[in-house]
């Protein structure tokens, strides 16, 4: 790159909350969807009446937006560029910018100091606990629609697909560990009849997971909800499991963590148990705009959920199950989301 275009870059970066701040301000204001519906584009004049704000306002907004490549202008008319179709209409833009906005933009001011504490020095923004985990379900409505729109949208697409792997096994009783507000619980229940979910979590999803199982009279006497915290390291986990379930579960602890847990299931699984653990692998995307986007999940979950988690690798992964005494005897990589990635773990034969 040549000295005067990387200035040029460098200056992108320097100004990046700018940017973002615009274009969240634009989306908010309904800016974005009136250009969208307007192909051949409107003048500030026009966006000005359309919305009811000054000109000045609007002025600021679509200069910034131009020069950010977000929008383009021809003849007094601004409209959106093919990137500002994307910030305007694609679904994962959309979860990542609200998660970054209401999640995240305040805690990342804090990230130096989380990285040289090692604790989510940024999450006193949203609320006061040690770990995001302790408030996700108590969290304000606004930053809980964001938190679980980004966690849902990395995780339902594939919930079809992982049904057929892990229900080749045949299992009776599944070990949901992480389970969240019951999701899977349900999809698998539903799938399968006969089959019985433990859903184990902390106490504050566990409730959101049975009033969600409750109200499905079908299923809801096929599942029981064990309030675990797996910090602990005088929890358990009992024996009883065919399958234990882990999505995007791992991702939230350390290494050394990661380690303890597995080992904490180990100690009591059936020799012929399988443990699957579903993950978006930073070096299993095919995408650049996916992989930026678990890249930087990382940094949320330095400044704000926990301190010392992030998404890993595959490679990283396997070398801690490998450490705990597993084998990683298969890996499926989803075709139907093409971002997920399933470990299939035994033990040892
Ligand atoms: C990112 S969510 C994943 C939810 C779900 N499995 C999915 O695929 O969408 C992580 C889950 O782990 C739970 N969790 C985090 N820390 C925990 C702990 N120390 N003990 C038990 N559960 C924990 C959270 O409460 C949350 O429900």
């Known amino acids: 790159m040549k000295a005067l275009d990387s200035l040029y870059e460098a200056q992108k970066i320097a100004f990046s909350p700018f940017v973002f701040q615009t274009v969240y ?10 250009l969208y519906e307007e192909r051949d584009g409107l003048t500030v004049t026009e966006i ?19 020069c950010a490549d977000i929008l383009e202008l021809n003849d007094d008319k601004y409209s959106l560029s093919k990137i500002g179709y994307f910030l305007t209409r694609d679904e994962m833009t959309k979860v990542n910018l609200m998660f970054t906005q209401d999640i995240c933009y305040k805690g990342l001011f804090h990230l130096k100091d989380a990285i040289v ?20 379900s108590i969290l304000p409505e606004q930053l809980r629609k964001s938190w679980f729109e980004f966690d849902h949208h990395y995780s339902d697409n594939s919930f079809g697909e992982a049904l057929k792997i892990i229900f080749q096994h045949n299992p009776k009783h599944i070990y949901d560990i992480g389970g969240n507000t019951g999701k899977w619980a349900i999809a698998s229940t539903k799938h399968d ?13 566990l409730k959101v997971a049975k009033a969600n199982i409750d109200a499905i009279a079908e ?4 599942v029981d909800f064990n309030e675990r915290d797996m910090l602990n390291p005088a929890s358990e986990i009992p024996a009883g499991a065919d399958v234990y379930w882990m999505s995007q579960f791992l991702d939230c602890f350390s290494e050394g963590e990661i380690e303890a847990i597995l080992l904490k299931i180990k100690k009591n ?18 995408f650049k705009a996916a992989e930026y986007s678990l890249v930087a999940t990382s940094l949320y979950f330095t400044a704000i959920a926990n301190g010392n988690s992030k998404m890993y690798s595959s490679s990283a992964l396997k070398y801690i199950i490998e450490k705990a005494g597993l084998e990683t005897v298969k890996e499926h990589r989803l075709h139907e989301d093409r971002f997920h990635t399933i470990l299939e773990v035994k033990l040892p034969k």
Do not use: C
């Not at 299923?219 to 096929?222: A, L, V």
């Open 193 to 205: 009849p006969s089959v019985r979910v433990s859903i184990f979590d902390l106490g504050v999803q």
């Open 48 to 66: 000005a009446s359309r919305k009811n704000m000054t000109e000045y306002g609007v002025r600021v907004l679509v200069e910034m937006a131009k």
């Open 219 to 222: 299923i809801k006497d096929r």
């Open 269 to 286: 699984m059936k020799p012929d148990a399988t443990i699957f653990i579903m993950e978006t692998f930073i070096d299993d995307q095919r």
């Open 117 to 136: 504490h090692g604790k989510p020095e940024g999450l006193k923004e949203i609320g006061p606990w040690e770990t995001i985990y302790q408030g996700l």
């Open 25 to 34: 301000t634009m989306l908010e204001l309904g800016i974005m969807d009136e």
